[in-house]
């Protein structure tokens, strides 16, 4: 062998390890591009998912509001509308929470003992 071979030896060997190196750097590149590119498309699509159901969410509400007995109930209850010929009344929450506490006792009724215990020895005042 002589020292021209060598050197051409050596000049090749450095030039394939010169192009694998290239080969591997741009390979590695293309991988973590491919990466953050699936990582971007899983984004997009939670992005989407999200506004699709905000979406549906606000289709519900415009059937709700395209709804004649909505918007009436709505009249009613926030502005106090009401239709001709039509009578309203309001009655306090203090009567609808008495009214409730009423029909509990009527479910939990005391018996006769009871009731004439608590007339002699648990009236306070009077």
Avoid: C, H
């Amino acid at each position: 062998m002589n020292l021209r071979e060598l050197f051409w030896r050596r000049w090749v060997g450095i030039l394939l390890v010169v192009i694998m190196f290239g080969l591997g750097w741009s390979m590695v590149r293309v991988v973590g591009e491919r990466i953050r590119l699936g990582r971007e498309i899983n984004e997009l699509q939670e992005s989407v998912n999200a506004q699709e159901a905000e979406l549906q969410q606000y289709q519900a509400l415009l059937d709700k509001i395209n709804n004649f007995t909505y918007i009436e109930t709505q009249a009613r209850l926030k502005f106090g509308l009401k239709r001709p010929g039509e009578n309203v009344f309001v009655v306090p929450d203090s009567f609808v929470a008495n009214q409730t506490n009423t029909s509990a006792q009527k479910q939990n009724p005391q018996s006769n003992p009871e009731l004439w215990w608590n007339y002699f020895f648990e009236r306070r005042g009077g």
